[in-house]
């Protein structure tokens, strides 16, 4: 059971170019986010799923782009990278219970773009 | 919208002495989580401790426990006798219980370093 992991762990980026980052969770939760954190700040939800083919955005989605088509995979899309960008990203996983439990975040991904 | 403030950006202790995390948060629901998790350097985000809104009874993990005060919407951390390997960022989150309102919101972090 790996729990929530995400690749690549690095990855440095052009103005402009596009990439994918990988989220994927064998937990079998139906429930997916992403999150950003900028340096010395807390993490802020970009796009979160409540199943596959389900997605809805957070507090900050400009410039990203999301995808639900299994309940495993939740890849985000950065297209035109920008500068505001260069962050750390996580993607998380849980139940969706009404009294459920805590999210379970991945290692992270830190994007820089140049 | 549901807000979560954490006043200091650092603090420091004593290795085995007690520590103190101060986190407020603003909300208008009734029902809700509150939790506090760690991060190391290595940036995995790890849960420490989790509370219910709806329990009175504070919630404790070892040498972990909060301080919940749900009128005064403030629910600190307690860390007691401190392990160099608590030395970290921490931060307080909010999730409302609603249908759908599974988001995490969370405060700014303090962080913690342990003077050995």
């Known amino acids: 059971n790996a729990g929530v992991t995400q690749t690549p762990k690095f990855r440095i980026l052009k103005i402009g170019q596009s990439m994918t980052l990988q989220c994927t969770q064998d937990?079998?939760?139906?429930?997916m986010y992403w999150y950003r954190q900028d340096p010395g700040m807390g993490l802020k939800l970009i796009y979160y799923?409540?199943?596959?083919?389900?997605?809805d955005k957070g507090e900050v989605p400009n410039g990203y782009n999301v995808s639900r088509s299994t309940t495993e995979d939740f890849p985000l899309r950065l297209e035109l990278a920008a500068p505001s960008q260069t962050s750390v990203y996580f993607c998380a996983s849980s139940y969706y219970l009404a009294g459920g439990p805590e999210q379970y975040f991945g290692p992270g991904t830190r994007l820089t773009v140049t | 919208a549901q807000t979560v403030t954490q006043s200091q950006p650092e603090m420091s202790v004593q290795e085995a002495e007690t520590v103190t995390l101060s986190c407020t948060y603003d909300?208008?629901?009734?029902?809700?989580?509150l939790f506090w998790y760690k991060q190391p350097p290595s940036r995995q985000m790890i849960l420490v401790i989790r509370q219910e809104a709806y329990k009175q009874q504070n919630a404790t993990e070892n040498r972990f426990s909060v301080n919940f005060q749900k009128a005064a919407k403030s629910f600190s951390l307690k860390i007691s006798d401190s392990q160099l390997g608590d030395a970290a960022m921490y931060f307080c989150?909010?999730?409302?219980?609603?249908?759908?309102?599974?988001?995490?919101?969370f405060g700014q972090g303090t962080r913690l370093t342990i003077n050995p």
């Open positions: 799923s409540v199943g596959a083919g389900i997605t």
């Open positions: 937990m079998n939760h139906n429930y």
């Open positions: 909300t208008s629901e009734s029902d809700y989580y």
């Open positions: 989150a909010y999730r409302g219980r609603s249908q759908g309102a599974q988001k995490l919101v």
